[in-house]
């Protein structure tokens, strides 16, 4: 299994809304990322978990709630979003051992939608 | 920190023409440079990598260079077909005791005519 997959693909929510964005991978990667695309743009880092255990924040705004149950899954909790966090959110893994260089593997991604 | 340039934004070639990509980035420290390809609608696949103890790395029509000294590097892809339209990415990492993070250019729309 070499793919991370994402659900769901598309999510339309308001601004008051609670919901949570999910990732999982098979492939024994020890190291999970979360990114956010806007159109046109690069892959923006918002998130890194680095076994289990978050190890970079980019100074995201508290409205976003990183979570890694487990070295499969991550999740991403969404309150009190705002229109402009509209966008791609992009879920990508890689290896974490000595001399790796870190290839990461991106997700399908989950279109956003706040409205 | 580190900074990625990447030319050009937009490239347009005839099927069966060559098409190259190039970036630069700044930090000397650099040491790992992928590039990803991202079809409409998708995530980033990542096509072909380059490390920095080698200057070239090929893959059946893709090749990467990298030139250290000028710190620059290219994607080259021969023979293009219209399924190679997309938007290319190059990125820039620092292998650290923690995680390498991956910095972008801004991207290339590759369009190839049939």
């Known amino acids: 299994d070499t793919e991370v997959t994402q659900t769901p693909k598309h999510l339309v929510m308001g601004m008051t809304n609670k919901k949570s964005l999910k990732c999982e991978q098979h492939?024994?990667?020890?190291?999970m990322y979360w990114y956010k695309q806007k159109a046109k743009k690069p892959p923006e880092l918002m998130f890194v978990?680095?076994?289990?255990?978050?190890?970079i924040n980019e100074s995201v705004p508290s409205r976003f709630s990183p979570e890694c149950p487990n070295s499969s899954l991550l999740n991403l909790h969404l309150h009190a979003l705002q229109p402009e966090d509209s966008a791609l959110y992009l879920c990508?893994?890689?290896?974490?051992?000595?001399?790796?260089?870190?290839?990461?593997?991106f997700g399908p991604g989950t279109r956003l939608t706040v409205l | 920190g580190e900074n990625v340039e990447q030319h050009p934004s937009t490239l347009s070639v005839q099927e069966g023409d060559s098409a190259v990509i190039k970036c630069t980035y700044s930090?000397?420290?650099?040491?790992?440079f992928p590039w990803y390809k991202q079809e409409l609608g998708k995530g980033p696949q990542l096509i072909i990598d380059?490390?920095?103890?080698?200057g070239e790395k090929k893959d059946q029509r893709i090749a990467v260079t990298l030139n250290k000294t000028a710190k620059h590097f290219s994607l080259h892809i021969t023979e293009t077909q219209p399924e190679d339209s997309a938007v290319y990415f190059c990125?820039?990492?620092?292998?650290?005791?923690?995680?390498?993070?991956?910095?972008f250019g801004q991207g290339t729309t590759l369009q190839v005519k049939p």
């Open positions: 978990y680095s076994y289990e255990k978050l190890s």
């Open positions: 492939m024994g990667h020890r190291a």
């Open positions: 990508a893994s890689s290896q974490e051992r000595e001399g790796s260089y870190n290839e990461q593997f």
């Open positions: 990125a820039a990492s620092i292998f650290s005791s923690n995680t390498g993070k991956l910095i």
């Open positions: 930090d000397s420290a650099s040491n790992y």
């Open positions: 380059i490390r920095s103890n080698v």
